[in-house]
């Protein structure tokens, strides 16, 4: 399961309304059992609609900066344009690491869809989002 707040859930639509026409996307960071403690946007370096990639200088500063507080990265999330908010065969083929969280923003239709999924071996399970005061 993942746990957000209701900020960090508008955070990510934000973000993904922001980067339009292209592809938002960004890190979660937060504690082990997927409890959410901020959202970290990045620039969609790859600049596309279809496809994202995070800034590799967001990543390492996130990484450090987790590292230096105790916290976990705990996934990325990104945004589908004009999609269901469900991972692409790209999106499967370039998920990186197992234990992450991979949430998915789409735009398609109103109002904005957000579903997290875990990526093991090429296999998608859906996990619950739990959004919390």
């Known amino acids: 399961m993942l746990t957000l707040r209701p900020e960090h859930y508008d955070a990510m639509v934000a973000t993904a309304i922001r980067a339009l026409p292209n592809e938002g996307c960004g ?10 403690s901020r959202i970290v946007p990045s620039h969609n370096v790859a600049d596309s609609a279809k496809i994202y990639e995070i800034d ?38 370039q998920a990186p690491d197992p234990e992450w969280h991979y949430v998915l923003v789409s735009l398609r239709d109103l109002p904005t869809v957000v579903r997290s999924f875990r990526i093991r071996t090429g296999e998608v399970t859906e996990e619950v989002v739990s959004v919390t005061v």
Not at 27 to 36: F, N, R
């Open 27 to 36: 890190l979660l960071v937060g504690d082990a059992e997927g409890k959410v």
């Open 56 to 93: 590799p200088k967001v990543l390492l500063r996130t990484f450090r900066e987790a590292d230096d507080a105790g916290e976990n990265v705990l996934g990325v999330f990104h945004s589908h344009t004009h999609s269901e908010a469900y991972p692409s065969p790209t999106d499967i083929a």
